[in-house]
């Protein structure tokens, strides 16, 4: 009599692409665009809309890689995959898919303590200790909302997500009547063209997120089919609503008047609808960093389940939840780290490690999909990049150059405490090796034993 086979649990498939396409462009939309468009606007002037076009192109130029490669290997742990495709260099792709992790985590937390700080602030209530009860609670609740099933995170992500573009859409809407009242190519007093490829670098972070599409394939719909679209469609909505918003913004009030103002879209809508604009934009703003929170504890679970399956992390970290179809353990540890980087209070600058490290993974994402088309040219390819020199994606090439080259836009400290995590990460990766060692090893004597 045969024994019967214990199957074990596994991720489902029930994001549509209309469902998919919306969570990229939720993550693309999070709270970047909030945060830093008058830091932009302070160093481009009125010709802010060109620094969103150029670092859109700059993101597509990856995006296009991640289509094509999502479209060949529709797995959870995406740029892991991708690199120990491509390279069969286990540690190359343990690194990868750990300074991924480590930028979800600090990415959520940072942007945490932002929600905390608007919701502080609109009740009156600035406190330090406070703003960190707040972010916790945040935390917890989407992180439940993480492990009830995708299915409940990505409704919630989508009414997130309408609400964060509705801000930009109302921003859009009150700045129509003033377009063309100013003149769209005057950069700052003193301000030179070239500044526009320094904000380049800065409006970058508004860009992140569509990566994280690849990262929910084994929860998708005909992924071969709908993630190269999600991540196109997702890329091309994101920098239409970013530059209508910088022309409408520059239309209605002085750039410099955006620069110096904490909150800029606040007061864009104040100066055209009193003081309930301010009110309706923060409660959006709040929406938009829950949103990416959201998002980004998603990504970073489900990074440590593909890495666990793979024997890269903790088994524990690759168990799926019965019920809910979800990675339970990994869910909650990504909460727990989640909540850790709250107590250091402004994480500023780990945030902008955060794009140091996004910044390398692209690097090594186009890297892969050119190897992946030298070493196995007869893989099918169900979207493929053009045009090609040869077996070389000129996309993908432009891709990798870019991406390494906004690398020396950052300062020591922000490499610096990249090489920490990093370092951190072989220290992991050595351990995990001598114990998958030592079982493999006792399973062979224990075997040898039998015999």
């Known amino acids: 009599m045969l024994e019967e086979v214990k199957k074990v649990p596994k991720l489902k498939r029930r994001v549509s692409l209309f469902g998919v396409t919306v969570y990229g462009v939720g993550n693309v939309l999070g709270a970047g665009i909030y945060a830093l468009i008058g830091e932009v606007v302070g160093i481009t002037g009125n ?31 995406a740029e892991f995959v991708y690199t120990e495709e491509a390279f069969k260099i286990r540690i190359l792709s343990f ?40 972010a916790a609670f945040l935390i917890v609740i989407l992180s439940l909302v993480n492990f009830i099933g995708i299915k409940a995170s990505t409704w919630t992500n989508i009414l997130f997500t309408f609400i964060e573009a509705s801000g930009l ?22 301000g030179s063209f070239t500044a526009i490829f320094s904000a380049v670098a800065l409006i970058f972070f508004a860009y992140i997120g569509f990566e994280d599409i690849a990262n929910i394939a ?37 750039y410099s008047e955006i620069a110096s103002s904490s909150a800029p879209l606040n007061s864009v809508t104040s100066a055209v609808l009193g003081p309930i604009g301010s009110i309706i934009m923060s409660f959006i703003a709040l929406f938009a960093t829950a949103n990416t929170v959201l998002i980004m504890m998603i990504v970073t679970s489900r ?40 107590f250091l209070g402004d994480i500023s600058i780990v945030a902008n490690a955060t794009v140091f490290g996004v910044l390398i993974t692209f690097f090594l994402v186009n890297l892969s999909l050119i190897a992946l088309r030298r070493k196995k040219p007869d893989l099918e390819r169900p979207f493929k990049l053009k045009p090609n020199i040869g077996w070389i994606p000129i996309i993908a090439l432009l891709g990798c150059i870019v991406c390494f080259g906004l690398l020396f836009t950052f300062n020591l400290l922000i490499v610096v405490i990249q090489l920490i995590i990093v370092l951190c990460g ?21 075997k040898d034993t039998d015999s």
């Not at 991924?100 to 200790?129: C, E, H, K, Q, R």
């Open 95 to 134: 690194l990868l898919g750990w300074v991924i992790i480590f930028s979800g985590i600090f990415s959520a937390a940072t942007v945490a303590l932002g929600f905390a700080n608007y919701l502080a602030a609109l009740f009156g209530v600035p406190s330090i200790i406070l703003t960190v009860i707040f």
């Open 169 to 190: 859409i109302l921003i859009i809407i009150i700045g129509i009547p003033h377009f063309g009242s100013v003149n769209y190519l005057e950069l700052p007093i003193g």
């Open 303 to 342: 990074m440590m389940y593909g890495m666990a399956r793979d024997k890269a992390l903790p088994e524990g970290l690759g168990k799926v939840s019965p019920k809910y179809r979800t990675p339970a353990l990994a869910v909650l540890i990504t909460m727990i780290l989640t909540i850790i980087p709250l």
């Open 47 to 77: 010709l802010s809309w060109l620094a969103f076009v150029l670092a859109s192109i700059t993101g597509a130029l990856t995006g296009l890689s991640y289509a094509e490669l999502s479209a060949m290997y529709p797995k959870s742990a």
């Open 218 to 254: 084994e929860e998708v719909k005909s992924p071969a089919k709908n993630l190269p679209k999600a991540i196109i469609y997702s890329i091309i909505i994101t920098t239409v609503l970013y530059c209508l918003t910088a022309i409408s913004i520059v239309s209605i009030l002085p």
């Open 426 to 446: 072989v220290v992991v990766f050595y351990a995990m090796k001598s114990k998958i060692e030592t079982r493999t090893s006792r399973f062979i004597q224990k």
